[in-house]
């Protein structure tokens, strides 16, 4: 993949962070609806693969966590390497922001 800059990547990431809260509530308007649908899309599609696990660990422990440790130390947590860590990260968030919309893949990248 391509380093590419996101302008909707603080978005995704926030949608990411309150999704623990919102799994749990009762009563979301629309737009925290979807973005929790989005969130729970893209953590099946990770659950799917061999080390669906670890991958949803390591956002877990990144973003979920209250003492919220940095990708590295989750990494180290899990155990993957950091390059690893930072390969996962980027494609939950991708997924998540495929699933609401925000980012459509080239067909290669398809699975």
């Not at 590295?72 to 899990?78: F, L, N, S, T, V």
């Not at 390969?87 to 998540?96: A, I, Q, Y």
Request: net charge positive; glycine share 2%; hydrophobic share 40%.
């Amino acid at each position: 993949m391509t380093s590419l800059s996101f302008t909707w990547w603080p978005y995704v990431r926030n949608m990411i962070r309150a999704y623990p809260k919102r799994r749990k509530c009762d009563s979301l308007n629309r737009v925290a609806l979807l973005e929790t649908d989005a969130v729970a899309t893209a953590i099946n599609k990770a659950l799917q693969k061999d080390d669906g696990e670890h991958r949803v660990k390591l956002i877990e422990l990144t973003y979920w966590r209250r003492s919220r440790p940095t990708l590295q130390r989750a990494a180290m947590d899990i155990p993957v390497s950091y390059s690893t860590a930072k390969r996962w990260n980027k494609e939950f968030f991708l997924d998540v922001a495929e699933a609401m919309g925000l980012y459509d893949p080239p067909e290669q990248e398809r699975e």
